[in-house]
């Protein structure tokens, strides 16, 4: 089946720092989605792409859908305490709305 | 709060009881999504339906799970005769095309623990 492969798996900032993640698919899909999942909740939606080479922001966040369609990256500029979590990438295939979750980044903030 | 609704928060059972979790999808959402989430791992696609169909079911095990989501009230996950290994996170998504790009949204999932 399909997978996608994330990276880091873990990443240890300071406050202010940018933080860059990406993931990787060994076959194609039609969207890009990048969650955000808090300890105890679920994983909520941050940036939606469905193009290839869109380039989608939402405030500190930046993501790209990669031209081959097969590749995502996620973007954080002057990370704050409550960018602490573990960002998930999915990815979506027209005709078949279930998603294919990455393994995830785990974003931990150093005083 | 119209969100993904889900019940309850937590559930303990013993081995060989029957698990019932609950999904009442977004308002205007007629498609739901149950997946598994194991400590420390990713999300798992379990299952995926409409209203009162069953579309993809390629990720639920052959056996003591089965999953409904009525004309009416919520989605139902039921695991039967529950063991230890069951024990994870559950969550529901919905959404409200059944086309692609459609995000998914979630609830905040059940945990599930075996005794």
């Known amino acids: 089946g399909q997978q996608l492969n994330q990276s880091p798996q873990s990443m240890f900032i300071q406050e202010g720092e940018d933080v860059s993640m990406n993931c990787t698919s060994s076959?194609?899909?039609?969207?890009w989605l990048w969650y955000k999942q808090e300890p105890g909740e679920g994983p909520v939606l941050l940036i939606a792409l469905y193009k290839a080479g869109e380039l989608t922001s939402n405030g500190r966040l930046t993501a790209q859908f990669g031209i081959t369609r097969k590749d995502s990256f996620l973007n954080i500029s002057a990370s704050i305490p409550s960018d602490v979590g573990i960002y998930f990438c999915a990815g979506q295939l027209f005709g078949n709305e279930k998603l294919t979750f990455g393994t995830g980044t785990r974003l931990t903030i150093i005083p | 709060n119209a969100g993904v609704m889900q019940n309850p928060r937590h559930l303990v059972r013993r081995r060989g009881q029957e698990a019932r979790l609950r999904c009442s999808p977004m308002k205007g959402h007629s498609h739901v999504y149950w997946y598994r989430q194991l400590p420390e791992e990713g999300l798992k696609f379990m299952v995926y339906?409409?209203?009162?169909?069953?579309?993809?079911e390629s990720g639920m095990p052959k056996e003591r799970f089965s999953a409904e989501f009525p004309k009416e009230g919520p989605s139902i996950l039921r695991i039967q005769q529950v063991v230890r290994g069951d024990s994870a996170a559950y969550f529901c998504a919905s959404s409200h095309r059944d086309r692609g790009g459609s995000p998914l949204h979630f609830g905040n999932g059940t945990r599930l623990t075996v005794t």
């Open positions: 076959s194609i899909f039609n969207t």
């Open positions: 339906l409409q209203k009162e169909n069953i579309i993809d």
